[in-house]
Nanobody
Framework: QVVESGGGLVQPGGSLRLSCAAS????????VGWFRQAPGKEREGVSC????????DYGDSVKGRFTISRDSAKNTVYLQMDSLTPEDTAVYYC???????????????????WGQGTQVTVSS
């Protein structure tokens, strides 16, 4: 399973770092994606990193503000979120999948292991 942490309430312009920790398997053998879902909206692919840590991808709405990274020793993937805006408010989910020829898709249906999510609220 994977477990997200690090969410919370932050003011506009602030930063948060989300963590996705795995248990029972090694994340270094899996593509990992971050997704988010705001009330009344569809789940959105925010970012992903492939199993080899050589390819990352970001949604247009977060490009230049969010950074995904791995710490294999801790079996954890992080999402550093900077310059947060109220539009970033959502439940953030971490997901993992066994890699194949399609590197690191930001499409939810390709991922098979999901966490419970962590709430991020950006508000003054």
């Amino acid at each position: 399973q994977v477990v997200e942490s690090g969410g919370g309430l932050v003011q506009p312009g602030g930063s948060l770092r989300l963590s996705c920790a795995a248990s029972g398997f090694s994340l270094k053998n899996y593509d990992v994606g971050w997704f988010r879902q705001a009330p009344g909206k569809e789940r959105e692919g925010v970012s992903c990193v492939d199993f080899s840590n050589t390819h990352t991808d970001y949604g247009d709405s977060v490009k230049g503000r969010f950074t995904i990274s791995r710490d294999s020793a801790k079996n954890t993937v992080y999402l550093q979120m900077d310059s947060l805006t109220p539009e970033d408010t959502a439940v953030y989910y971490c997901a993992a999948r066994q890699p194949n020829t399609l590197a690191c898709p930001r499409i939810a249906r390709y991922y098979t292991i999901w966490g419970q999510g962590t709430q991020v609220t950006v508000s003054s």
